[in-house]
């Protein structure tokens, strides 16, 4: 086996050493592909979050005159208790602030029938709109039962699905949100996902209301108890001014509640790869092996009946993977085997919601996730002793008091506090005796430094180096919603303001502040690296070293401000204006106390939504919208001033020595900003027509249109290049060093455009579906090269010679993606007794995607990587469609109010193999075409293949 076939004796710069990017949380998901209110009305980026519904409507007689003294009567597990209403002249009323569930409504007037509508299924941020008439009661009559359950919101000028717990608990998944989100139109991506265009930190992500989105990379912060889930609602487009949208997209979980009937929870899932299909029939390093543990417990109910309640869950999760590597990387992998990536988690919920008085709610909410992963590394050219143990967690607390003032308005205040950590550290610290105040580990035995190879080779001796970052937020925020009718007709008020400080701090340095750099020997002499040669390790040669003169402690800090307004405006029957602005203000620090970003900016929405034929089945909705992007602490920390030093010290071959002189760097102290930054933003244009086709069931059509401008990027701006861009000629200042400004240029933008079908069956007759189909396109030139490129720091714009190549389709380009998700649940198909019965569930997903685009790259000599593309990007090939097939199957006893099923879960049905991912090197630094290890192009070798066919079983035990 060789590896890339490059010709020595050309010029090469030495391995960029320095502070590495800052890390982003892992997820389950990953592993297969005390606060007190403050007296003040401030808030939390996420402060108006929805987590409840709203129902309201009319009550009128056979002539369709409103009816006065009509009194409605709304009962729900989820409700913990009952609400009553009187209608007065008008004939309105309206319910606020209803937890998501099932609900049932008995509508009573003397001298009417009386009118019951059951299964009313409330979810979450939405509103149903009823017209009840009622009706003289013939002989004999005295009730109506009307079970027909609204599927179209006629009000909504947002794009948003929910996902609920009856429906995703028998769906087949990874049991994480990450996962389902999946299920939804207009996602793809991995855990931190690509949502109607929008890069990997583009998306927002809130807990019960409150923003969990990581303050310093804008990525997802914590990981969550499935179980614990009651509706997962995602916003893929659409403005409304009370969510504090990204760029991309929302993703809003609400949590359950503990009611007035205990109901607990109890499984585990176990699942193998001995128990899957194979792919024997590709390299044996493309086989994964895995299994996995999953342990779940939830338990809630009355503290005090109808007055205080408490809900607990914990989930324990194991796997051990093997991960896919097809990659030629000269490794003889039978000398040194891929090491698995070990991953244990728990998480743990507990929640106290109590109604002390009528119409007043408190909620105190504790979280926690502490996680460790062994073998993080997934790079095939790091040996298992130079891998990392990464750990991560924290937890999160929140108080919350809810008042309901005189029916028609609400008043919801809320304070949360947020820590979480990530330590990444060498794998042998695993196991460490001695630690000092911040964590590393003292032990003699385990200070060994890292070895990184120069060019061609395997990194060894140890991972050499350590980072802690902790990460805070606290915020405290308050919303007011009030309903007022007869003003022009009827409207929804919404308003608030938030304020949220957030910082960090950051330890991180090398073992024993020294690196070293080898190189593998070519004992042939003909110009290729063998398997055998680089993987002798005992052949290396001396390169370099580097010193490290003293480590670094960073701290930044932020605040962001935030007020907005929102009327949801109803002049006319079947008619519906939607008018929101949000002020934002946003101060991002560096380690100096200076303000990198400091910048105001107002969002705002427009919307309107048309019921033509007056019915509650049609929806014919527009939305225009100008999204702006806060910005995080990492923008801000890329200006730090860095006390980070090292030196550089060249090996001489002749004398058998270090060399005496050094270079001497700081990274990246010398990193400068625009003058001049243009809060980046979203505009967006978003159309769709929705009609209930059939009881229960509703299809959607959709168009939407966004373009990104002014998005955070950095570019190099000192290295002088060659012609061609593959090497420096010189540099500006006269130092050979990278210089990147932080920027927003106005030609830093993405584009894109979709055009969906979405079928949402409801579910009725124990049936629930979701089927959706997209055809998109996405262009960008930044932060454009694949799906998991992030904003700010990626590649693009580094090299003035790749601008026409970096302004093409992105890497993250799917046009064509469909998916359907259905689940059947009948627990009573045998009648055994008459408190016992047999019945089953069936759940299944499938998931088609087109392939990404596959970029042909050259070696650049400067940058000492792949980075330079061959062709304009993403206008050749791609990698081939993916399909999924998954399906999930239970057999359930329910006996007195008790259910106990067996699970079976099978991922990947038809045991596809499909390519997912290839290897992007296609030319050296020269032109010349990458051999691979079987003498023909190493370009577009697979690298790593959709997983086998896999089986879970699980055992679950409820009431």
Known sequence: MSVPAFRFGCAVSPPA????????????????????????????????????????????????????????????????????????????????????????????????????????????GRTI?????????????????????????????????????????????????????????????????????GAMQSNQYYLDGTSTTDPVTGTFSMNFNFDAIQDLEVITAGYDARYNQGLGGTINIVTKSGGNTFEGDFNGYYESTELGGSGSQYLSVARPTFYSADLNASLGGPIVKDRFWFYLAYQYSRSVFQNQSGTDVGRDYALFPLTPRVWNSHFILMKLTAQPFARNKFTLSFRADPTDISNGLTDPTVLPEANQLWRQG?????????????????????????????????????????????????????Q???????????????????????????????DFEVGIDRLLGSHTLSAGASLEPIWESRDFGYVGNEIFV??????????????????DLDSYENAARYVVVNADRENEK?????????????PARGLTLNLGGRYLHSRLENNLAQAIVSSNALSWGAGVAWDPFRDGKTRISGNVAQIADPGFLVLSSYLNQSTFNYEYYAWNAEQGAWGESSTKASSPASNIRHSDFVVPRTNEFFFTVRR??????????????????????????????????????????????????????????????SLGLVVRKQLSDNFEMLASYTFSRLTSNTAGRSYSDRTGTSPDMDNPTQRYYEDGIAGADQPHVFKISAAYDNSNVWKLSEKASMGYSLGGVVDFRSGPPLDRLQYNLWTQSFSNYVYKRGTRERLPAYVGIDLRGSLALSIAGARVDLIVQVFNLLNSLDITSADPRAVDSNGIPILGSRGGSLFAAPSSYQFPRRFEFGLRFSF
């Open 518 to 535: 080898k190189r593998p020997v070519d004992a042939n002499n003909d110009a290729i690296l063998q398997t055998a040669e680089i993987s």
């Open 17 to 124: 050493l320095g502070r590495f990017s800052l890390p982003a949380r892992a997820s389950l998901l990953s592993i297969f592909t005390a606060v007190a209110l403050l007296g003040v009305f401030s808030s939390t980026t996420a402060f108006a979050q929805a987590t409840t519904a709203t129902l309201r409507g009319e009550v009128v007689d056979q002539a369709d005159s409103p009816l006065a003294g009509v009194t409605l009567t709304l009962t729900s597990d989820s409700l913990q208790g009952s609400r009553e209403i009187v209608t007065g002249e008008d004939g309105r009323f309206r319910f606020m602030a209803l937890p998501p569930g099932s609900y049932r409504m008995d509508t009573v007037k003397e001298g009417f029938k009386t009118i019951i509508r059951p299964n009313l299924v409330l979810s979450v």
């Open 558 to 570: 932020g605040t962001i401000i935030n007020a907005y307004v929102q009327d949801n405006w109803r």
């Open 129 to 197: 709109n009823l017209k009840l008439i009622m009706e003289l009661p013939e002989v004999g009559e005295t009730v109506e039962v009307i079970d027909r359950r609204p599927v179209v919101d006629t009000e909504s000028t947002t794009q948003s699905l929910t996902l609920s717990a009856d429906f995703l608990k028998d769906l087949p998944s990874g049991r994480s949100f990450q996962d389902v989100v999946q299920f939804l139109p207009g996602v793809t991506g991995g855990s931190n996902p690509n949502i109607s265009g």
């Open 448 to 478: 060994q430094s890292a070895i990184w190879p120069e060019f061609n080779g395997l990194q060894h001796g140890s991972y050499g180096r350590y980072d802690l970052n902790r990460r805070h937020r606290f915020n405290v925020k308050t």
């Open 692 to 753: 209930e086709i059939a009881r229960d069931l509703a299809a959607e059509v959709n168009m939407l249109y966004r373009r990104f401008t002014n998005l955070w990027e950095d570019d190099e701006v000192n290295v002088l290049w060659n012609e061609d861009g593959t090497n420096t000629v010189g540099f500006r200042n006269g130092s050979a060093e990278s210089l990147y400004r932080l920027r927003t240029p106005q030609d830093a933008r993405r584009e894109y455009w």
């Open 394 to 446: 924290g937890f999160s607390t929140s108080l919350a008091h809810e008042v309901q003032i005189g029916g028609r308005a609400v008043l919801t205040t809320t304070a949360f506090y947020q820590y979480s950590t990530i330590f990444v550290q060498p794998v042998s610290w695993k196991d460490c005796n001695e630690r000092d105040e911040i964590g590393r580990c003292l032990d003699e035995d385990k």
